[in-house]
């Protein structure tokens, strides 16, 4: 059974710094590439970091580019998500996603999502 959780939410004051983990349990987390995604009310889910299976280059979204990093610790199956000088823009649910292709079949996986609100 795979299983996805995300920690490290809460509530933080504009300018603040929060670090989110997600422990991936049931998959060769080595294999698979790791990506952070949120949703705010009323908004799409959105697109924010990821890192490729084994490491490597990251991605961005424009909008938190130079304020987060993604990062992976394969020994210990946990991705995370160090999140600098943030803005009430970035108040969300974060998610993380566990993405590999078997076969010819794209894998995805999903965590329950974090809260993170940033005050003005």
């Known amino acids: 059974q795979v299983s996805l959780v995300e920690s490290g939410g809460g509530l933080v004051q504009s300018g603040g710094s929060l670090k989110l983990s997600c422990v991936v349990s049931?998959?060769?987390?080595?294999?698979?590439?790791m990506f952070w995604y949120r949703q705010s009310p009323g908004k799409e889910r959105e697109y924010v970091a990821a890192?490729?299976?084994?490491?490597?280059?990251?991605d961005y979204d424009g909008s938190v580019k130079g304020r987060f990093t993604i990062s992976r610790d394969d020994a210990r199956s946990t991705v995370f998500l160090q999140m600098n000088s943030l803005k009430p823009e970035d108040t969300a649910v974060y998610y993380c996603?566990?993405?590999?292709?078997?076969?010819?079949?794209?894998?995805?996986?999903w965590g329950q999502g974090v809260q993170v609100t940033v005050s003005p």
């Open positions: 049931g998959v060769t987390f080595s294999t698979y590439a």
């Open positions: 890192i490729p299976a084994g490491g490597g280059a990251q």
């Open positions: 996603n566990a993405a590999a292709r078997i076969g010819v079949e794209l894998v995805n996986y």
